[in-house]
């Protein structure tokens, strides 16, 4: 078996690489939030090595896609903040990618398995 | 939060915004996007100072990398080729004026200034400046030309215009003090050396015109609204 390393990191950073602005369409889609909000959301969600120096210009370039709007929502307790929700693009971006990526796990899901499953055989034919 | 505590967090907020801007500047990101990028990361970073997050736990202390990751993550739009366009346009510029000053000023043209005893070195001079002028003409021209559709571009052809005949006096300086040191030597290599110390002064100049170019304007901060794209999925 080959040990987690340097690798194994890579490969989970370029995973999150794909998948960070679908779980941040989703995390908004369940409530808006301002920027650090949602990071503390994604670090909640599991995704704890996500800064905000990662999901602030993620969530720039979706704003700038039309995914995501944003809205200056007065504070009591201080300054105006800036709160991001989804538009309808990005409800329908955010139900898209989900049926996709659904199909690529179970796609992925099936192929793990068939290896799986038929190894001991391709050592039992060696 | 204590007013001396928030003039703090104040403080240290500009002086991120300022080393961003200028990652982005360096960038070559357009003076609008910066404008907008900073107005909005201003309304986060104090937002989240109010509830007690300092702004560099958000920022991360690469801010270099934050900036570059920022302005990736915004697509912003950037001068297009500036320094391949600028440099082209200007040597382009460059060749038809020194052409033509060799033409007009050497072969053509003699000044005739009787009123000046020491005609020759009256004479050298009008010619010198002559030169001078048409050369810069043809390259202010030339950069006009090149960057004539990206912003700023009449900024930016002031600012070479302020630049290069000071980078001209101090290519004369420098270069004069070169070949008196080295006793006026025709040699190829001392002739080299100071065609490119002359270069690399106009090189400087042309960093520097650019740089003050692009520099910010107090009272353009004022952000352009950016439409929002469409993407299919």
Not at chain 2, 148 to 169: N, T, W
Not at chain 2, 179 to 186: C, G, P, Q
């Amino acid at each position: 078996m080959i040990a987690p390393g340097p690798e194994a990191a890579e490969r989970r950073t370029q995973l999150l690489r794909g998948v960070l602005d679908m779980c941040i369409l989703a995390l908004l889609d369940q409530a808006p939030a301002h920027g650090y909000e949602l990071v503390r959301r994604l670090n909640a969600a599991g995704f704890d090595t996500v800064g905000y120096g990662t999901a602030y210009p993620l969530l720039t370039r979706m704003r700038r896609l039309g995914l995501v709007a944003d809205e200056l929502h007065a504070s009591p307790s201080g300054p105006d903040r800036k709160v991001y929700a989804l538009t309808e693009s990005g409800r329908q971006a955010l139900a898209s990618w989900t049926t996709e990526w659904t199909r690529f796990v179970e796609m992925t899901n099936a192929t793990l398995t068939n290896i799986a499953s038929s190894t001991p055989t391709m050592e039992k034919g060696l | 939060m204590t007013d001396t505590a928030g003039e703090d967090a104040n403080q240290e907020i500009e002086a991120i915004l300022a080393q961003v801007d200028r990652q982005w500047q360096a960038m070559g990101v357009l003076a609008a996007e910066r404008a907008t990028m900073t107005a909005d990361l201003r309304v986060e970073l104090t937002a989240a100072g109010t509830e007690g997050v300092p702004p560099r736990q958000l920022t991360g202390d690469d801010l270099r990398a934050f900036a570059r990751d920022l302005a990736a993550g915004a697509q912003v739009g950037r001068v297009p080729f500036e320094w391949r366009r600028l440099l082209l346009g200007t040597l382009i510029g460059a060749v038809p004026g020194l052409i033509l000053a060799w033409f007009v000023i050497w072969r053509w043209w003699t000044v005739p200034l009787p009123f000046v005893e020491d005609y020759s070195s009256a004479d050298d001079m009008i010619r010198w400046l002559g030169c001078a002028a048409i050369f810069l003409i043809g390259v202010l021209y030339g950069a006009h030309r090149a960057l004539r559709d990206v912003g700023a571009a009449r900024r930016r052809v002031s600012a070479l215009a302020a630049m290069l005949p000071i980078a001209g006096g101090i290519a004369i300086i420098v270069t004069t003090i070169l070949a008196s040191y080295l006793d006026y030597s025709m040699h190829p290599l001392v002739i080299t050396t100071e065609a490119a110390t002359v270069a690399c002064i106009l090189l400087a100049a042309t960093v520097l015109a650019r740089w003050w170019a692009v520099r910010p304007v107090p009272g353009s901060a004022s952000p352009e609204p950016i439409p929002p794209r469409q993407v299919s999925v």
